[in-house]
């Protein structure tokens, strides 16, 4: 089974500054996806960036982007130039390839933006 | 366009009784899946609806059930409520199962169930 961990529970960073999400995952599949979802006080959960693991370059949506490091099983987010708006619970998200996968997330980290 | 709509956004209910959540996909989204969110196990798979079919399911007992209508909207069911199914649940759609992966999910804001 698939299994996606984030180990900091919890982070902060000063306005303007550059912060990094990490996030490891498990799996013996070769066809994934990986996402970050964002999810602010509405709960509303937003996605942030995919990656097609089979895709070597590392997405990048603006001041987001990822390390994906896929020998290691390892997909951090790094937002740069934080904003307050960013504030939010940040999710790591695992997907099969094909029709029948579904989300598999991790635990969360609670990123606040200190101004 | 409108974003997936969940409707309560509250509800209280009593040990035993049975409720119903409602959700609204995106104009032109076939496929709706649910998700339960709490602080303890995080958030966890319960179903996906395409075509008014239930295609997959999460690792939960027969009181979680739901349905599709032929318009996409999705009902879930949870009957004989325990302390234990308070949680936000919520629901997540998009074009069809197979572009779920390139397009991803978007999700709604979700119901707050809580069980007294």
């Known amino acids: 089974a698939q299994t996606v961990t984030q180990s900091q529970p919890e982070m902060s960073v000063q306005e303007a500054e550059t912060v990094t999400l990490s996030c490891t995952y498990d799996?013996?599949?070769?066809?994934?996806?990986l996402f970050w979802y964002k999810q602010p006080p509405s709960r509303q959960m937003i996605l942030v960036i995919r990656q097609e693991a089979y895709k070597q370059q590392n997405a990048t949506e603006n001041r987001f982007s990822v390390n994906f490091q896929k020998a290691a099983k390892s997909f951090s987010l790094k937002i740069s130039d934080s904003q307050l708006g960013d504030t939010a619970m940040y999710f790591c998200?695992?997907?099969?390839?094909?029709?029948?996968?579904?989300?598999?997330f991790g635990k969360g980290t609670k990123l606040s933006v200190k101004p | 366009k409108a974003g997936v709509t969940q409707t309560p956004r509250y509800l209280i209910k009593t040990r035993g009784q049975q409720v119903t959540l409602s959700c609204s996909p995106i104009?032109?989204?076939?496929?709706v899946s649910w998700y339960q969110q709490t602080p303890g196990q995080g958030l966890q798979f319960l179903f996906e609806y395409f075509s008014e079919t239930q295609r997959n399911k999460g690792n939960f007992p027969g009181r979680f059930s739901g349905r599709q209508f032929s318009n996409s909207r999705s009902e879930m069911n949870v009957s004989t409520l325990e302390l234990g199914d308070s949680a936000l649940y919520l629901c997540?759609?998009?074009?069809?199962?197979?572009?779920?992966?390139?397009?991803?999910?978007?999700f709604g804001s979700g119901t707050r169930l809580t069980v007294v």
């Open positions: 799996t013996s599949e070769s066809n994934y996806y």
């Open positions: 998200a695992f997907m099969n390839g094909g029709s029948q996968g579904n989300l598999i």
């Open positions: 997540a759609s998009t074009t069809e199962p197979q572009l779920k992966s390139l397009h991803g999910y978007t």
């Open positions: 104009s032109g989204h076939r496929s």
